[in-house]
């Protein structure tokens, strides 16, 4: 069984950068699997931020992609989001999750609540 | 990229079956076979429910059922339960690698 776990700051600062590190156990980010972040707003919908490959290439939501970063580091099995930036608009839980196949998505983490404030 | 459209709201009774809607364009809904549903109990993480358009994962029960025409597919759920009470969200793969979801919709049993 998958698990996987978010973890970072809960509370960044407005212009700073937010930065979370999804930690994966019973499972491997080597091998062919997309693992992807997600996130959600206070009282608001889904809202997809981006995906990696274990190879390590990416693609972004075309409205976040010039503030978002994703990495793989297969050596201690897990996977990074940094979002430059950051205003109140992007306090919200963050959820990182497995995409099975094709754009499903079958585990995710229990989510890590960020909030950006002064 | 904009968020596919979901009904606010829908409602029923136990026993009875509910459809929630969920319309894109050519580039996302309608352009491939790649709509999954994601059932969001509150304070929860996300559960996929559907993928593929109609395909279920194993353990999810067979009352959910999903379906696509041109730009809008559905999700379907008979023989209502007080336990299906959650928020449900589709999602689409989209033009360019991406991923969009719909804005939810909130299922009351009554």
């Known amino acids: 069984q998958v698990q996987l776990q978010e973890s970072g700051p809960g509370l960044v600062k407005p212009s700073g950068t937010l930065s979370l590190t999804c930690a994966v156990s019973g499972g491997s980010v080597s091998i062919s699997n997309w693992w992807s972040w997600v996130r959600q707003p206070p009282g608001k919908g889904l809202e997809w931020i981006g995906e990696?490959?274990?190879?390590?290439?990416?693609n972004y939501n075309p409205s976040l992609k010039s503030r978002v970063t994703i990495s793989v580091d297969k050596s201690k099995n897990q996977f990074s989001l940094r979002l430059s930036s950051v205003t109140a608009a992007d306090t919200a839980v963050y959820y990182c999750a497995r995409e099975a196949t094709a754009d499903a998505f079958d585990f995710w983490g229990q989510g890590t609540m960020v909030t950006v404030s002064s | 990229q904009s968020a596919l459209t979901q009904p606010a709201s829908v409602s029923g009774s136990p026993g009875q079956s509910i459809t929630i809607s969920c319309t894109g364009t050519s580039s996302d809904v309608g352009g491939y076979n790649y709509v999954s549903w994601y059932q969001q109990h509150p304070g929860k993480a996300p559960k996929l429910m559907i993928y593929e358009v109609s395909n279920r994962p194993s353990g999810v029960s067979n009352r959910f059922s999903g379906s696509k025409s041109g730009n809008t597919a559905s999700l379907t759920i008979s023989g209502l339960q007080a336990e299906d009470e959650a928020d449900y969200y589709c999602?689409?793969?989209?033009?360019?690698?991406?991923?969009?979801f719909g804005g939810g919709t909130k299922l009351t049993v009554l």
């Open positions: 999602s689409s793969h989209a033009s360019s690698s991406t991923t969009v």
């Open positions: 990696i490959y274990y190879s390590g290439h990416t």
